[in-house]
């Protein structure tokens, strides 16, 4: 287990208000469940000043941070070392203080990776298709293609210059075939047909527009494995249509809680207490 700073044990999450909503609950009931000597604490940091507050960490001897919007591009340029995944999404939401020196890392497509994973449906060597090309699909897609290569990794987008740096990236970073089309009905209704795997990471479905989907129903084939990053509702129209046609779904909410697994087992160098956190996160939501 790395050492953890004597001096304060405190590690903290920087960034917009809102992603301070569930992380300090969900940090600190993990923290005091094992007995550790630390607290997770919010900080609200204006933009610009993100390196002034690492450096503020490096004084304090914060043990680590999470990094949420709008500082995760900022803070990746900040620390001393960057994980090449992290490297690779081109930005961190983690950041770990080995005795003053910041290690920056990614957890988001870990945390997809790793729910996949527990739900049996590894990617690597599947076919994979990847609906969306913005945060969490750059996130995901970027994990997979370095972490579990994927047969194939199909990516459908609706911004054309999103969509080309996502594929041309993880085309140089990755281990596997990668290819990208504009998002239409046609281009939809090939890749489902041919995909072990579907991974959802645009907003359609979100609350309050809870109706809405990407997929029509009729494209589901029983087998298929879905995860649908969104986790407001957690049964998204989207997840319930899969489900309903014979495919395995993984709700939004593995992600979220699979991206916190990692971040607290970087910071302690013990497993996470997964019963723990999960129920924190149920009891919130």
């Not at 990776?113 to 298709?129: I, K, M, Q, S």
Request: hydrophobic share 40%.
């Amino acid at each position: 287990m790395p050492p953890i700073n004597a001096k304060t044990g405190v590690c903290a999450v920087i960034g917009h208000p809102i992603g301070h909503s569930m992380s300090p609950q969900l940090h600190n009931a993990a923290f005091d469940f094992l007995g550790l000597p630390m607290v997770y604490v919010a900080h609200d940091v204006n933009p610009g000043e993100v390196a002034r507050a690492l450096d503020g960490i490096r004084v304090l001897g914060y043990r680590g941070l999470s990094v949420t919007i709008p500082h995760k591009v900022e803070a990746m340029h900040a620390v001393d070392e960057v994980d090449e995944t992290a490297r690779g999404i081109g930005c961190i939401n983690t950041v770990v203080n080995e005795s003053g020196r910041l290690l920056g890392y990614n957890s988001d497509g870990r945390g997809a990776l790793n729910a996949l994973r527990e739900a049996g449906a590894d990617p690597a060597g599947r076919r994979v298709l990847l609906l969306g090309s913005g945060g969490a699909a750059r996130a995901i897609g970027i994990t997979l293609v370095r972490e579990a290569p994927p047969a194939e990794l199909t990516i459908l987008g609706v911004v054309p210059e999103e969509l080309a740096r996502l594929v041309q990236d993880a085309r140089d970073r990755g281990k596997s075939p990668v290819r990208g089309e504009p998002l239409s009905d046609a281009a939809l209704s090939g890749a489902m047909s041919d995909a072990d795997i579907v991974l959802h990471c645009t907003p359609l479905g979100m609350h309050p527009n809870e109706d809405n989907t990407i997929v029509p129903a009729s494209l589901w084939k029983p087998g298929t494995t879905v995860f649908d990053a969104v986790y407001n509702p957690r049964r998204t129209r989207l997840l319930k249509e899969a489900e309903a046609a014979g495919c395995r779904i993984v709700e939004g909410i593995e992600m979220f809680l699979g991206q916190a697994y990692v971040q607290f087992e970087l910071w302690t160098g013990q497993p996470a207490p997964r019963d723990v956190m999960r129920r924190v996160l149920e009891e919130r939501l």
